[in-house]
């Protein structure tokens, strides 16, 4: 996990009012036993185990649960008009009109998994009527193009942390006790590329992806209109700043919503590229906040391995998958909801009567 970088001055756009509980040791001890209790070889379930141990001590309990709600934060991006997308900007709210329709894959994923799904606007660029049940953040309509200017000032960065961040903790406080982070917003994984060299310092040739759809030369294209819009705002930045230069209005919203579920001890599962972006910008000011997220999946954008290795992280699936929207962080929670349930009910060698 990298340090905390020093030049994120401006502390209060990163929430450090909200007080994250660290892990408790001698409770991650306890369940160590427990587990090594199971009537199983000590080990012999392997990641299982660990991810068991991970989710008992995010949540402060020997005995957790698995209640999930997916968050997919929606926005658009002004980069869009630079061309670094295959689809229109209008696709992102006709996506948002299906994911609250309940038609798109990962409300598919969410009914067959169990787990609820909130539909947030962080800052769709289309008018939206008619959508029941979408949660407004209400701060602006797409952000800026950074090709030519900072996508967000830092009151709207503040505001999209803030939002997430009590999104978060009315989850938890309701019940949830895992939340799964999905997004979408045509364009998007652009401005990830932009917030991973800019919070990495990985370069951009190793990072930009085709996303939706874009072939070998459209990757091409987009890598130079990406290389032309760092040049804006060169070199290392710190999270509050590539948020405020490079956007999204969903990936703060989502790095709130993780700091927010982090501080009310709930396990945060982390999706693809974009969510991965939202947390390398959340962690890299929040770090306490690592021990509470759970990397979903591998994903075949090249940007999301610079995030993994630069976070340390081991995800638990390797799909082959891009999609976004929370799919794979929903394809993950089977072996979350697995793994409690065998802290909690699988028998010990003492209960069973078994002599060891």
């Given at each position: 996990?990298?340090?905390?970088?020093p030049?994120?001055?401006a502390?209060?756009v990163?929430l450090?009012d909200?007080s994250?509980p660290?892990p408790d040791?001698?409770?991650?001890?306890?369940?160590?036993?427990?587990?090594?209790?199971?009537?199983?070889p000590?080990g012999?379930?392997g990641?299982?185990?660990?991810?068991?141990?991970?989710?008992?001590v995010?949540q402060?309990?020997?005995?957790p649960?698995?209640?999930?709600?997916?968050?997919?934060?929606?926005?658009?991006?002004?980069?869009?008009?630079?061309?670094?997308?295959a689809?229109?900007?209008e696709?992102?709210?006709?996506m948002?009109?299906?994911?609250?329709?309940?038609?798109?894959?990962?409300?598919?994923?969410?009914?067959?998994?169990?787990?609820?799904v909130?539909?947030?606007d962080?800052?769709?660029?289309?008018?939206?009527?008619?959508?029941?049940?979408?949660?407004?953040a209400?701060?602006r309509a797409?952000?800026?193009n950074?090709?030519l200017?900072?996508?967000?000032?830092?009151?709207?960065?503040?505001?999209?942390?803030a939002?997430?961040?009590?999104?978060g903790?009315?989850?938890?406080?309701?019940?949830t006790?895992?939340?799964?982070?999905?997004?979408?917003g045509?364009?998007?994984?652009a401005?990830?590329?932009?917030?991973t060299?800019?919070?990495?310092?990985?370069?951009?040739?190793?990072i930009?992806?085709?996303?939706a759809?874009?072939?070998?030369?459209?990757?091409d294209a987009?890598?130079a209109?990406?290389e032309?819009t760092?040049?804006?705002?060169p070199g290392?930045?710190?999270?509050?700043?590539?948020?405020?230069?490079?956007g999204?209005?969903?990936?703060?919203?989502?790095?709130?919503?993780?700091?927010?579920?982090?501080?009310?001890?709930?396990?945060?599962?982390?999706d693809g590229?974009?969510a991965?972006?939202?947390?390398?910008?959340?962690?890299g000011?929040r770090p306490?906040?690592?021990?509470?997220?759970?990397?979903?999946?591998?994903?075949r954008?090249p940007?999301?391995?610079?995030?993994?290795d630069?976070?340390?992280a081991?995800?638990?699936l390797d799909?082959?998958m891009a999609?976004?929207?929370?799919?794979?962080?929903?394809?993950?929670?089977?072996?979350?909801?697995a793994?409690?349930?065998?802290?909690?009910?699988?028998?010990?060698?003492?209960?069973a009567?078994?002599?060891?």
């Open positions: 996990m990298p340090a905390p970088d030049r994120c001055g502390g209060a990163m450090p909200l994250i660290a040791e001698a409770l991650r001890a306890r369940v160590r036993a427990a587990i090594d209790a199971k009537t199983k000590p012999s379930l990641r299982i185990e660990r991810l068991a141990e991970q989710i008992a995010a402060g309990t020997e005995a649960s698995t209640s999930a709600r997916l968050f997919i934060c929606a926005g658009d991006h002004g980069l869009v008009a630079e061309g670094v997308s689809w229109p900007q696709v992102t709210a006709a948002v009109q299906n994911f609250v329709a309940g038609g798109a894959a990962a409300n598919v994923f969410a009914r067959t998994v169990g787990a609820e909130t539909v947030v962080a800052g769709i660029a289309t008018p939206l009527a008619g959508a029941p049940g979408l949660i407004r209400g701060i797409g952000t800026r950074a090709a200017e900072d996508a967000l000032t830092r009151a709207e960065v503040e505001a999209a942390l939002f997430g961040a009590r999104l903790q009315e989850a938890a406080g309701d019940g006790r895992v939340i799964a982070l999905g997004e979408m045509i364009g998007n994984t401005t990830a590329a932009l917030l060299q800019a919070l990495t310092g990985a370069p951009l040739a190793e930009v992806g085709p996303g759809g874009v072939g070998p030369g459209g990757i987009k890598r209109i990406l032309r760092v040049a804006r705002r290392r930045l710190s999270p509050a700043e590539a948020l405020a230069a490079f999204g209005l969903e990936i703060a919203v989502l790095a709130g919503i993780l700091i927010g579920g982090a501080a009310a001890s709930a396990v945060v599962v982390v590229f974009i991965s972006a939202a947390a390398l910008a959340a962690l000011a306490e906040a690592a021990h509470a997220c759970i990397f979903a999946h591998r994903s954008e940007g999301h391995r610079a995030i993994l630069a976070l340390n081991d995800p638990l799909l082959d999609l976004g929207e929370g799919t794979a962080a929903l394809l993950a929670l089977p072996l979350l909801t793994a409690a349930a065998m802290l909690r009910e699988m028998a010990t060698f003492d209960s009567g078994i002599t060891r």
